[in-house]
């Protein structure tokens, strides 16, 4: 009988063999009294709640839905047991929040905390929705889930419980996490407070890169662009004002104009490059006041990493690399403009073929006046040239 399987041996104690739930007592007899004294602290005290949690086992093997799961329900039961004893002590218990690694879940159960009958009722069912997704874990994750964030037992504890190395625990927490994260984030978004939910993203393009002319009288301190996102499903568009230069990197990049140098985005694109990281996306996450807040996700190697950035840098970095640009929905929502129905296509880029149109006409005049002065330099004298260098020299060092 010793080699039965757990399921068997649920079902011989319920026909009322004793000796089969005797076995499952001694297989699991150990575990309860660890759990309990992890929460008690007191060996006396751990082993009654060991024996009560078997003896409420054995009276409730009936309400067993799942026999191959008995020892994750007597984990449970221990669990409650302790709990029953503790909550007249106001101990705190540990929290899942862990498990998610900053998402939100229900407060301790037995703080001190003054909690009105609706907030109970609200963390029994949050607490009860966690303990069933942690049921559908495999029956190793599962347990060294319930034994590391349920009893607090430490690694080297959960190990010996097991058999198997405090490494392989971690990486059986690690895969439970993953798992949870997943099914909760998927099935029950509810957990997740407002402030700390992921907003909706929405896809957008480039309609359009605008330099703003001043208007007749008007002075401006320097050139203003607007880069114009797109959102095509919505039928809206969200201007962004941004600065010369990287108004500029912009239209260069959805333009065919290019320069003998690399400019500074094309610089900071290569860099990531000779480094062998890869820009996937850039996101406009927020609108604080006026200002605009943007975010590029990024790989290297097998790390993932998400950099706090302006979005006509983020924005610029997306069109040299060919990713996609997002913006979230609050964002369009507060800050973005509905196009009338009455106006039918796509935006032609007007606004981007004069800024491109510009840039070469200025970098035409700059390479004659480069040449020019080639030439000038050319046909001074090696003393002439001497000289002015002696007197560079001496201005720079003040002598």
Not at 131 to 150: E, G, H, K, Q, W
Not at 173 to 194: G, N, S, T, V
Not at 284 to 313: N, Q, W
Not at 362 to 381: C, D, W
């Amino acid at each position: 009988m010793q080699e039965k399987a757990d399921i068997e041996l649920v079902e011989l104690a319920r026909q009322g063999d004793k000796d089969a739930f005797d076995i499952l007592t001694r297989r699991y007899g150990e575990m309860a009294r660890l759990l309990s004294l992890r929460l008690v602290s007191r060996e006396d005290l751990a082993e009654e709640l060991a024996q009560q949690a078997l003896l409420q086992a054995y009276l409730s093997l009936g309400s067993l839905r799942n026999p191959s799961r008995f020892r994750s329900w007597l984990y449970g039961i221990v669990l409650n047991v302790c709990r029953s004893h503790l909550r007249d002590c106001k101990i705190d218990f540990f929290s899942l929040e862990a498990i998610l690694e900053g998402l939100y879940f229900f407060p301790t159960p037995f703080s001190s905390l003054v909690l009105t009958p609706e907030k109970v009722a609200e963390e029994r069912e949050l607490h009860q929705t966690v303990i069933d997704v942690i049921n559908t874990l495999p029956s190793r994750d599962r347990d060294a889930t319930l034994l590391y964030y349920y009893a607090q037992l430490s690694l080297q504890e959960i190990a010996a419980v097991q058999g198997i190395s405090p490494g392989a625990v971690k990486v059986r927490l690690h895969r439970a996490r993953q798992r949870l994260k997943e099914r909760l984030l998927l099935d029950h978004p509810e957990i997740i407070p407002p402030e700390k939910r992921r907003p909706t993203m929405v896809r957008v393009t480039i309609a359009d890169v605008i330099k703003v002319e001043p208007k007749e009288g008007q002075e401006l301190p320097y050139d203003n662009y607007v880069v114009a996102l797109y959102d095509e499903a919505g039928r809206r568009l969200l201007p962004i004002w941004i600065g010369p230069a990287e108004g500029e990197s912009i239209a260069i990049g959805l333009s065919d104009l290019t320069f003998p140098r690399p400019l500074t985005h094309r610089f900071y694109s290569s860099l990531l490059h000779g480094i062998n990281a890869r820009v996937e996306r850039i996101s406009v996450v927020a609108l604080k006041r006026t200002t605009f807040y943007a975010v590029v996700k990024m790989h290297c190697g097998k790390k993932t990493c998400e950099i706090d950035a302006r979005p006509s840098d983020a924005i610029a970095l997306a069109v040299l690399n060919d990713v996609p640009i997002f913006v979230a929905e609050e964002v369009l929502e507060v800050a973005g403009t509905s196009i009338p129905k009455n106006i039918k296509g796509l935006p032609n880029r007007k606004g981007l073929e004069k800024i491109v149109k510009g840039m070469e006409e200025r970098f035409r005049q700059n390479q004659a006046l480069a040449a020019k002065i080639t030439k000038q330099y050319q046909e001074i004298s090696q003393e002439e040239k001497t000289r002015r260098n002696e007197e560079f020299v001496t201005t720079l060092f003040g002598n």
